[in-house]
């Protein structure tokens, strides 16, 4: 299985990892995020829907996806971690 961390933009790449890092436990090594003996390739999708499944559409359907930065809520505070279940 392929596991990926999903930003918007590279440029924001140093505030996506601090991110990454303050909700995850893990080190990044050579543009990659390590955690629990797992690999996690960085993946930058672009904004916008249009860009998001351009994106994706090769990634495989079992895929493991953590999406950081760039989903937005007026339900949530700026920093927040959301577990989505379903």
Same mark, same amino acid.
């Given at each position: 299985?392929?596991?990926? #961390? +999903?930003?918007?933009?590279? /440029? ?6 601090? $991110? ?16 629990d003996g797992?690999?996690?390739? #960085? +993946?930058?999708?672009?904004? /916008? ?6 994106? $994706? ?30």
């Amino acid at each position: 299985m392929q596991n990926f #961390i +999903l930003i918007a933009e590279a /440029g924001d790449f140093i505030g996506e990892q601090k $991110l990454i890092a303050q909700h995850l436990n893990g080190e990044m090594r050579e543009g990659k995020w390590y955690m629990d003996g797992t690999e996690w390739e #960085i +993946l930058v999708t672009g904004v /916008g829907a249009i860009n998001v499944m351009h994106a $994706l559409r090769d990634i495989p359907r079992d895929a493991m996806l953590i999406n950081i930065g760039y989903a937005g809520s007026a339900n949530y505070e700026i920093g927040s971690a959301v577990l989505v279940q379903e």
